[in-house]
């Protein structure tokens, strides 16, 4: 018998479900009671077998898990699978942007079209199915959109890249959404994930001037800055459960409480959460400051001579 459904569960859809944090996110936050539309890409063909799992996984262990299709990329896809949900469940309560792809190369060796492609999935997909789902959220006078982007989209520790770009685009994309969605009673959260292994890591859009790449690679064998000790045998990876966690963490809080960024893992994140405190701090302080008579933009168009 299926056990009766939690009076406080919420509707929640996922985007990138197929794998990696966004399978973990669909199955944690639907055993935790709440409804859950899995949404990925080509769920009929490229990732039917990813999207069969989840729908064995749900009966299994009862849970209100859905897979839809949704391609983040496309502004028909989007609205087709938003309206379904809404009319399915009428209302989304949780949208969790996780859809993205990461990227190998330097910057000049990636084709400007290769570029756009990349901003259009990390960073404008995010944008395009925030921009679906507010309209029923901003009628509702509640919500909550969670961004899961990358603490390389805060802090560089070695060159950068075309992936930190995109996350750095979807950072400034969610702070600014963040503020101002709040007086509608929506809050915008942003899980920053240090590195993890999941099939993201080991699957990236590879820049397609490899003769460039090779010149760049010749050059970074030449120093030393690359080189690390032998690794560790009694290491062990960071859990991929830790992101879904955190996203559960989120909904948990009552609404008007949760942080706008939460780092999440053990690599890539040491002082990220000090880093977004003190930027926290600058801005508040830059914000009063701006308020100041003589801060104030006054300036009009120049007269014509």
């Known amino acids: 018998m299926r056990p009766s459904p939690r009076t406080d569960a919420l509707t929640v859809l996922v985007t990138g479900s197929s794998s990696g944090f966004g399978e ?16 990925m890409r ?41 309206n379904q949900a809404l009319t399915s469940a009428g209302a989304i309560d949780v949208l969790v942007n996780n859809a993205g792809a990461s990227a190998a190369g ?21 944008v395009r199915v925030s921009k679906a789902v507010l309209p029923s959220m901003r009628a509702a006078g509640s919500g909550l959109i969670v961004w899961i982007t ?28 963040h503020h101002q969605v709040a007086p509608f009673g929506i809050d915008v959260a942003i899980v920053e994930p240090g590195s993890f ?9 590879i820049a397609d001037d490899r003769d460039v790449t090779a010149a760049y690679a010749a050059v970074a064998s030449q120093t030393t800055a690359n080189r690390r000790p032998p690794a560790d045998p009694a290491y062990r990876p960071p859990d991929p459960q830790e992101v879904a966690d955190a996203v559960k963490q989120l909904i948990d809080l009552p609404a008007g409480r949760r942080p706008l960024r939460t780092v999440v893992g ?3 994140t040491e002082g990220v959460a000090a880093y977004n405190q003190t930027y926290e701090e600058v801005r508040a302080h830059l914000e009063e400051v701006l308020r100041r008579p003589d801060q104030a933009i006054t300036w009009t168009p120049a007269t014509p001579r």
């Open 106 to 126: 330097p910057l000049e060796a990636f084709s400007l079209e290769q570029m756009a492609a990349l901003l259009n999935l990390n960073a404008l997909g995010p």
């Open 42 to 82: 080509g769920s009929a063909d490229r990732n039917r077998e990813a999207a069969v799992r989840l729908e064995q996984w749900a009966a299994t262990n009862q849970g209100r898990l859905e897979v839809m299709d949704l391609d983040v990329q496309s502004d028909q896809s989007v609205a087709s699978a938003v």
């Open 24 to 39: 973990l996110i669909v199955k944690t936050l639907a055993r935790d009671g709440h409804r859950v539309f899995a949404t």
């Open 150 to 177: 990358s603490t390389l989209g805060r802090v560089l520790p070695g060159r950068g890249g075309l992936y930190p770009a995109t996350k750095w685009a979807a950072e400034g994309f969610a702070e600014s959404l």
């Open 197 to 205: 292994p999941t099939p993201a890591t080991f699957k990236s859009m």
């Open 266 to 268: 053990p690599v890539y």
